[in-house]
């Protein structure tokens, strides 16, 4: 008996229930020849009963599936990458398609150039985890039809382009309101990229904690990064050489953290100590280095599936339950963080 429309399944639960990949339904659906007798008609059976008419089937498949994914991403040397995309990985799985990554490295033109490659339809839909793009960027892709979604994006994108992000201002609203509890006031900011959406939300939070207990924010404290070791490092020595140093610093990446915990170590400086840490995304170093770091966690990987989810809507023209997806961050606490007597503040 067949189901009512409103509980038809979609073509990757038919692949799910009939054990098989999703191209697999595609070429029966296409009553292409390069099936298995017995895998065809477990397909068709399970296409019938589960409401699947033809008509609906080829509006679908108009065109030839290729199996792939396309998630193109900044760079491949990032542990914020590396979860994303395993979070992707995850959903993939369970779909028998194809992950394809491609980086930019950075590069504004590479960017351009992929983009441009994804439009040909070569792949069944992209991820996006982009570190320049903007709305402009996107109008080839939805002049082509081909189904993407973004991740995390660092600008303002159009109320009609899905993508998945975190709480990045109530993120960094708890990580300083939390080492406000432990009586620091001279808390420092080591941001990311200024033009990047998610590195001004950060910022925000922080300015707003401070004001609620009347702490003048100092602009010295609030330092430029680029979410890497490196400046973690770098901008870390130049709070250190103030006449003042912070007794706390909130680093806008665990990357970045770590870079602030070499350069203490390279000052014969103690955490907590001396000063206490928190970082912002929960990647798994933050639980690996001494000692274990107190951080926002980002829910990357959930970011990736979730984005997943929805491109696999996309693909098969299901409409989506929201365009754009916010998951809540929440503070890790671990052991970089201490509590300041009064004479230290």
Known sequence: MKQPLSKRSTISEIAAKAGV????????LHHRPDVAP???????????????????AQNLLRK?????????????????????????????????????????????????QLLNKIQDGSSDGAILVLAHGAPPHFDPLRHSNVPFVVVDHGGELGPDIPSVGATNWLGGRTATEYLISLGHRRIAMIAGPSTLRCSQDRIAGYRLALENVGVQVNPVLIRPGTFTPESGYEQTCALLDLPEPPTAIFAGSDEQAIGVYHALGARGLRIPD???????????AASIVTPRLTTVRQPLMEMG???????????????????????????????SCRHLDAIER
């Open 274 to 284: 001396d000063i206490s840490i928190v970082g912002f995304d929960d990647v798994s």
């Open 38 to 56: 017995e895998t065809r008609k477990r397909v068709e059976q399970l296409l019938e009963a589960n409401g699947f008419i033809q008509s609906r």
């Open 305 to 335: 599936r979730v984005a997943t989810t929805m491109l696999l809507r996309l693909v098969e023209e299901e409409p989506l339950d929201s365009i754009r997806v916010e998951l809540t961050t929440n503070l890790v606490v671990r052991d």
């Open 21 to 28: 990949s999703i191209p697999t339904v595609s070429r029966v």
């Open 64 to 112: 030839e599936r290729s199996g792939i994914i396309d998630i193109v991403v900044p760079g491949l040397d990032s542990m914020y990458i590396f979860e994303i995309a395993r979070g992707v990985e995850e959903v993939l799985a369970r779909t028998g398609l194809r992950l394809a990554i491609s980086s930019t490295h950075h590069s504004l033109q590479t960017e351009h």
